[in-house]
């Protein structure tokens, strides 16, 4: 009888945590739709104001990571850009670098989860190696890549030809439709009876974020925690295994930061080297990309290629850092030195987060804007 009643518990467990998964990503689908409906309602002058804002593609840049760094959460940031150039009041290779911005500015998590060690000389200076290590992958991708993009339009170019592969034919006569979500009808008469966008866009964002979160915490306690205590051991052994559970665990949670912060404690404890689960951080980068593909379901061909930018972003750096020995040792190496200079003097790390996350994108940001 005892083990009838555990078992029938397992069960129920099982049942309300596949239920919480079910709940979450539905609730994202409907925020996203949302918040694509809101922006589409938006009056003139404040569409005017977007787009003169990210005519810069600077400012764009350094918006993405400081919104990301403020809001802790680049898939509510990616999600929410996609449904706005879903809605048509943001194009394409102005939403680009907010994706690229993104990215960085969602790397402060892990570099704040090292700073728990800070009593520790030791376990903080490996702590603090291995947050910033996931800054500067990203920080040196937006580096090589953000150039190519500016001058040559090489991620939005693809991921335009890409997008056209799943685009739909509209050569048809009579008026053009794109495919609608399932929630429209709920979401239209939600905007309807709000009769104000703006409000409509904030309660949409603030939906969208609450769904990751759940999503991301009901992912992880179903299929991540216990699997990765428990293989933690055989998961860093190998360079390509590494990246693939980092890709896979992230996919699963749709949160790079919950992954990668879990990578901190495995290295301020010596459990793994940085060297090795450096290749981790690099999977866990593409696999928190599933959002945004999530996000441009049903939705114009802009926002299926915006969501291909943000993939191809974080492969392309991959396939720059992760094939070859020497290279992906240059985020590793200053990452270490970096924890070694903290060491000596803590208001490094202080200094190090406040001017790459807020203070100098919002400098850059104010005095650029004109």
Do not use: C
């Not at 409907?30 to 694509?36: G, K, N, P, R, Y």
């Not at 205590?229 to 896979?248: C, E, H, P, R, S």
């Not at 943000?310 to 850092?321: D, E, M, P, Q, T």
């Amino acid at each position: 009888m005892e083990g009838l009643e555990e078992k029938n518990l397992s069960s129920g467990d099982t049942f309300l945590k596949y239920g919480q998964v079910f709940f979450a990503l539905l609730l994202f689908i409907f925020a996203i739709d949302l918040l694509t409906v809101g922006i589409g309602n938006i009056n003139e002058g404040i569409a005017l104001e977007i787009l003169n804002a990210t005519k810069n593609p600077f400012i764009s840049l350094f918006i993405g990571l400081l919104v990301t760094a403020l809001i802790q959460s680049s898939s509510t940031v990616t999600a929410s850009v996609v449904a706005i150039v879903a809605s048509g009041n943001l194009s394409l290779q102005q939403a680009v670098p907010i994706v690229l911005g993104a990215n960085i500015g969602t790397t402060l998590t892990s570099t704040l989860v090292s700073l728990s060690y800070l009593m520790n000389k030791k376990e903080f200076r490996r702590a603090l190696s291995a947050g910033i290590s996931h800054d500067l992958f990203n920080i040196l991708s937006v580096i090589l890549l953000f150039p190519l993009e500016i001058y040559f339009g090489f991620l939005s170019n693809t991921a335009s030809y890409i997008a056209d592969w799943f685009a739909s034919d509209n050569s048809f006569e009579g008026p053009i439709v794109y495919n609608r979500m399932f929630t429209r009808s709920w979401t239209e008469w939600v905007v309807n009876q709000i009769n104000q966008p703006v409000v409509s866009m904030i309660l949409s964002v603030i939906l969208v974020f609450f769904a990751i979160k759940v999503l991301s915490t009901a992912m992880y306690k179903s299929f991540v925690k216990n699997t990765f205590q428990d293989i933690n051991k055989v998961i860093f052994q190998k360079t390509g295994l590494a990246f693939f559970y980092g890709l896979l665990f992230t996919s699963a949670v749709q949160s790079s930061t919950v992954t990668t912060s879990l990578v901190v404690p495995l290295v301020a404890s010596k459990k793994v080297t940085l060297s090795k689960a450096f290749p981790f951080i690099i999977g866990a980068n593409i696999g928190t990309t599933i959002t945004a593909v999530i996000a441009s379901i049903y939705k114009p061909e802009a926002a299926i290629a915006l969501a291909l930018v943000h993939v191809l972003f974080n492969s392309l750096g991959a396939l720059i850092f992760l094939p070859f020995s020497s290279i992906r040792q240059i985020p590793v190496w200053i990452a270490n030195y970096m924890g070694k200079i903290s060491l000596k003097y803590r208001l490094v790390v202080f200094a190090y987060i406040l001017l790459t996350f807020f203070i100098l994108p919002f400098l850059l940001i104010y005095f650029t804007k004109g």
